[in-house]
């Protein structure tokens, strides 16, 4: 139970709740990763391994939406949350399953408007399928959170007004359209931000946004995450754990 520090005698509004930033993994593709330029793949059997890490370490695998929630009310120190961008074909086939044994959730972010299509603005590196209507709606029924990725797939900080809102608020309706379900989460392009793309993101009624490095931005529509990579081993994930809660800046109301 949290102490309030507030004193009662000072007539001034208590201060916002801040606590220690959640735990954010950040997440692509799960697959062989012999040709991998930008590592954004794991190997199902290195997935594997560092959730049942997370089960050694008292923690568990979560959503986005849970483990806000669970924030919300105080609790859920031991969550910590589980993105995959771009919504691959491979999470349905390679890391639901994985997250299915160990008890997981998690939150796919993906890009209505490349539907079926594959991973076009990464230059190098092999293509990858990403998921259709179809595969995305089965990631839902399973209980997977879906998140919008934007549209396309642009860089929100070099877009123009137009584009930037028609990347964040059209992908979102087209989400809840397609799921039949509210879409609560966003997750910036390339991790790319600024006050701009963030007031967007708010605009359009997201309830949170995930980044990767927010630095004075951050706060719940631009949340810091972790990125996970296929040498992360658990020793190498202990360790990011404990920079990540000495790092990044508390925020508030989470
Ligand atoms: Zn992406």
Redesign the pocket.
Known sequence: MAVSVDSPDTGRPPAPRRGPVPWVAMY?SVGDCSDDPYRITVTPERLDRQLAWLRRRGLRGVSVTELLAARARGEGRNLVGLTF??GYTDFVTEALPRLRRWNCGATL?V?PGRLGGE?A?DPLGPRKPLLSADGIRSAAAEGVEIGS?GLT?VDLTKADDLTLKTEVAESRARLEELTGAPVEGF?Y??GTIDARAVEAVRQAGYRYACAIDPGPLTGPHALPRVYVGQEDTAWRLQLKHWLHRLRRRPVEGL
């Open positions: 692509h961008d771009d972010f890009l991973n603005w990725h797939h997750c392009p390339y």
